[in-house]
């Protein structure tokens, strides 16, 4: 999320609208997004009902202890809902590939 927040400026010339997507409570992405300086929605999706749809629910084991969570996963959506890209696990942690999408879809436009 740093490296999305440090390129938020690029993202929004692109007529992009960023926002972030976890399993943690409101509460918690409220507290981690002001420790890190995000300025973007941060969404809670508790219950895991969208990370289902999109397919990104993983079981991890951790300690021993089996728990479900989200893989990393960045998404393109253009304004008619459709996909447009999506960048998944190591991927989705480096925005380069979604910040040129962008900007290769506004020089389109």
Sequence with gaps: ????QQNLQKLEAADTQVLGVSVDSPFS????GRSM??????????????IQEYGLGKTYTIAGVKMES??????????D???LN?????DAVDPTKTVEACQARRLKE
Excluded: C, E, H
């Excluded at 999506?86 to 190591?90: C, F, K, P, R």
């Design 86 to 90: 999506i960048q998944v696990d190591n």
């Design 37 to 50: 300086g995000v300025t973007f929605p941060l969404l809670s999706d508790m219950g895991g009902s969208v």
């Design 29 to 32: 992405n409220n507290a981690w």
């Design 70 to 79: 989200a893989r990393r996963a960045t998404f393109l959506i253009g304004k």
């Design 81 to 83: 809902g459709k996909i």
């Design 1 to 4: 999320m740093k490296a999305f």
